[in-house]
């Protein structure tokens, strides 16, 4: 099939940007986006031009390289997939795509597609760890979890950091991922003992790197490649009053 | 204590804040719905109804203070907010669809908001100040009698309910998921939410709509 490929294009941080197109053929139905953003980009080398600058890794759904907005949609919209999952044959021939990067005060454009999401990772480096001694690997079954908390701590933990949830949110806020973070962590017995200090700092550091404020519009869920639901927005809030009214200093 | 007060204004603590003002707001909906009901016992029943709470004094006085500092906490700390996130996105997206997580409600709260700011303050100046200012106002159902029968009042306070509606089906949900109660985007909140709403929106406009109608029910 024949595509017409509208793309973000801007060489640099501070460079000025502008949509370009480009005719994408021989499209296979079989094909990646990423694929055929590949296949563009062979073309475009050959032509002599600059290709599309894009971020991508394991091209199965799991570093949270690969988003962009396409067509108003993070990840194209197809649910619980990453761009890289999503194949060409949910396009028909002719149809106009319009590529454009994650926009976010927080997640200035590098190049092209390109965006960076270093904040996330000061978001992780302020709280997103466990500092205390937990010794070995205890025997399996050695400290009970429920189920439950093994749940929402694996569902939480899904999260790739793709920046879809910033990208999709009219806010601009990173609560799905800060909460995500938080929920995986606080449901843990390793990780609850540090729950006070975590939400501290987390909350403090998103406030500072300049995020939005959620107003529960769940956009974010709904664009998660994850599917990780807006329930960790209400279990971080509770850590929330819980570090609000703790006596730890 | 500094740490404390930071956390109160960090996003997620401006957040709490409108969610509390919000449910104080909620419960004083709650009562004034329930008072405005003694409009369909005619002029009598509502007369005698304001002449109670007045009655109660100080705490009319207590009452009167906490939506002040309510409403100006709702108000300031909204303002704030929708400015932080004006500024957080940065440049917008030549196309944007809603991923399907929005709704009406959330979409329109800053514009319902002030909206509804608006109107309370032509509310008060209407119903409440002329008691306030001079000793002999007129009643009160003369006064809501005027009001409503003229059809442009009366379609404005409809219009303003039900714009109260739709904040009211995005607010109670959201405030509820802001303090940690809501379990996932969906659910009894949510559903509560809506019906709430309906019997804001709904509950407000009969009475508008039954006064306009029946010009003798204040009589
Ligand atoms: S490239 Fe790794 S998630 Fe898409």
Redesign the interface.
Same mark, same amino acid.
């Given at each position: 099939m024949e595509l017409t490929l509208r793309v973000w294009r801007q060489a640099g941080p501070n460079a000025p940007g502008k949509f370009e197109d480009y005719q994408a053929k021989d499209v296979s139905p079989d094909m990646s986006f990423l694929e055929m953003l590949d296949f563009v980009n062979e073309d475009l080398i050959r032509q002599g031009k600059e290709p599309i600058t894009f971020e991508h890794d394991c091209r199965e759904g799991i570093c949270g390289c690969c988003g962009t907005m396409v067509n108003g949609k993070a990840h194209g919209g197809f649910e619980g997939t990453t761009l890289c999952q999503v194949h060409m044959r949910h396009f028909k021939n002719g149809d106009t795509i319009i590529v454009e990067p994650w926009r976010s005060r927080v997640f200035p454009v590098l190049k092209d597609l390109m965006v960076d999401r270093s904040p996330f990772d000061k978001i992780l480096h302020a709280g997103g760890y466990v500092s205390v001694n937990v010794g070995g690997a205890p025997d399996a079954n050695a400290i009970p979890i429920s189920p439950n908390a093994q749940d929402t701590a694996m569902d939480a933990a899904q999260c790739i950091g793709c920046g879809a949830c910033v990208a999709a949110c009219p806010n601009g806020s990173a609560m799905l991922f800060v909460s995500a973070k938080v929920s995986h962590l606080d449901v843990l017995p390793q990780g609850k003992v540090e729950t006070v200090r975590r939400t501290r700092a987390m909350i403090a550091k998103m406030d500072e790197l300049g995020f939005g404020n959620c107003t529960n519009h769940a956009e974010c869920e709904m664009a998660c490649p994850k599917k990780i639901s807006i329930s960790h927005i209400a279990r971080a809030n509770r850590s929330f009053w819980r570090a609000l009214f703790s006596h730890e200093s | 204590m500094v @740490? @404390?007060l930071?956390?109160?204004l960090?996003?997620?603590?401006?957040?709490?804040l409108m969610a509390l003002s919000g449910l104080g707001f909620i419960g004083f909906l709650v009562a004034h719905l329930a008072g405005n009901f003694t409009i369909l016992s005619g002029a009598e029943a509502l007369d005698g109804y304001a002449a109670k709470l007045e009655a109660l004094g100080p705490l009319v006085w207590v009452a009167e203070a906490g939506m002040v500092t309510m409403a100006l906490v709702h108000v300031l700390v909204g303002i704030t907010?929708v400015v @932080?996130?004006l /500024?957080? %996105?940065?440049? @917008?997206?030549?196309?944007?669809?809603?991923? $399907? $997580? %929005?709704t009406i409600g959330? %979409?329109t709260?800053w514009l319902t908001g002030p909206w509804i700011l608006v109107f309370v303050g032509i509310h008060l100046a209407q119903f409440t100040f002329p008691h306030k200012l001079t000793e002999e106002a007129p009643a009160l159902s003369k006064l809501v009698a005027e009001q409503l029968s003229d059809p442009i009042w009366a379609g404005y306070y409809v219009v303003t309910m039900l714009i109260l509606a739709l904040h009211v089906s995005?607010g109670f949900?959201?405030a509820f /998921?802001?303090? $940690?109660?809501?379990?996932? %985007?969906s659910g009894y909140l949510r559903d509560t939410a809506v019906l709430l709403a309906f019997v804001f929106g709904a509950g407000f406009s009969l009475l508008a709509f039954m006064v306009f109608n029946v010009p003798d029910l204040l009589k």
């Open positions: - | @740490r @404390r930071d956390m109160v960090s996003s997620i603590g401006k957040k709490e907010l @932080r996130n /500024q957080a %996105r940065g440049q @917008r997206y030549a196309m944007k669809k809603s991923e $399907g $997580g %929005r959330s %979409r709260m995005h949900w959201s /998921q802001t303090l $940690g109660a809501a379990p996932s %985007r």
